[in-house]
């Protein structure tokens, strides 16, 4: 994370699974790329996965692990969004890309799909709580049909 508040990647890898000896891989990788003269990253921000933790700790054993509590989910701005709103709606459009949707207070959201209960972060669970009323509006405006 910038100054700015803007997120941004240093890289990517593929890994054939997600163990401590594959994330210690990576990050090597990543430490040779990046740091000079012992100079590691202060913090390093990640979810609960408990295989990079302790890689974290292998490689970069001075700096600060914190835990991301919202979803590690992003779609990067081009600038710092604004303090007032909490809430950006996106549809994704033409198959090919997403748009923000502009939405007025106290809208109804349709509720999440059932591969996203099902893959989704523990940490992912907790802001369903503060729109359950929303999802229940939106299911009686628009009741399922089988």
Sequence with gaps: MTSTELAF????????SEQTENFCWVLEK??????????????????????LMKAIEVV?????????????????????????????CIGFVNHNHWVQVNMKEGF???PVTLDWKKFRSHIATTWMLGFAGR???WQLLTPVLA
């Design 60 to 88: 970069f054993p001075n700096s600060i692990n914190l835990l991301c509590n919202p979803c590690i989910t992003f779609f990067p701005m081009t600038s710092s969004h604004s303090p007032n709103v909490s809430i950006y």
């Design 108 to 110: 109804p959201l349709p």
């Design 9 to 16: 990647a240093v890289g990517f890898a593929y890994m054939e």
């Design 135 to 137: 999802m229940q509006h």
């Design 30 to 51: 990543l430490k040779q790329l990046f740091v000079k003269k012992d100079m590691c990253p202060q913090v390093i921000l990640t979810d609960r996965d408990l295989a």
